[in-house]
């Protein structure tokens, strides 16, 4: 088609020129080209890394007051099954603790388990620890789950807080200081903090223990 003769056919002047040409220079020779856009969902799918788990280590000294204790410990299993360990903590305080942030690790690490925030034990309250999955105690829930196994000797326990204060500690450098594995019996804490051996076999998971 020739390009002047389709200027002279437009009749009406006031309408905006519509030369191919003059597009093409303002669209393409003489343009600059903007940098592809970054595709947003290339980097909105990005997820951000968990941060890694700072282990405390075994050596800080312990608080002379702690809140939360180390309470009951099933070392030895159940009637059912000697894998079914748990773990109860207690909190001594008279207000609510969030447990956010704590660690319980065994003597080898064998067991690490780090608390989620929001892990809250209430005043005078139970936490309970079940080892694998939440059968280890029939018809009691379980607060959290725990992988890794105890040793029936030769094994300690130690239970730090967010700041990796050492708030309580069991060491068993030859044998538990108290629990039977024959009647499977747990290790209960008494009033003024000793392990003795619980009356009943089975212990006494969320409840207070039977020497207290």
Not at 64 to 71: D, G, S, T, Y
Not at 77 to 82: E, P, V
Not at 142 to 165: H, K, M, Q, R, S
Request: glycine content about 6%; some cysteine; charged content about 25%.
């Amino acid at each position: 088609m020739d390009r002047n003769k389709t200027r002279v056919d437009t009749p009406n002047k006031d309408l905006p020129e519509t030369d191919s040409k003059s597009k093409k220079t303002k669209a393409g020779v003489g343009a600059v080209k903007k940098p592809a856009a970054t595709s947003r969902s290339s980097v909105s799918d990005k997820k951000p890394t968990a941060k890694p788990v700072a282990w405390c280590a075994d050596l800080n000294e312990k608080v002379r007051v702690p809140a939360v204790i180390i309470n009951e410990v099933a070392w030895m299993g159940t009637a059912k099954s000697h894998n079914d360990e748990w773990i109860e903590l207690k909190n001594l305080f008279h207000d609510p603790v969030d447990l956010g942030g704590w660690q319980l690790q065994n003597k080898n690490r064998g067991i690490k388990i780090s608390l989620k925030p929001g892990s809250v034990v209430p005043a005078g309250g139970f936490y309970l620890l079940e080892r694998t999955d939440d059968t280890s105690v029939p018809a009691v829930s379980a607060d959290a789950i725990y992988t890794g196994n105890l040793a029936n000797a030769n094994e300690a326990l130690y239970l730090f807080d967010a700041a990796c204060g050492l708030q309580d500690s069991i060491v068993a450098a030859l044998a538990w200081p108290a629990g039977d594995n024959a009647n499977k019996r747990t290790m209960e804490r008494t009033a003024d903090l000793l392990w003795r051996t619980s009356v009943s076999p089975g212990g006494t998971p969320k409840q207070e223990n039977s020497v207290y």
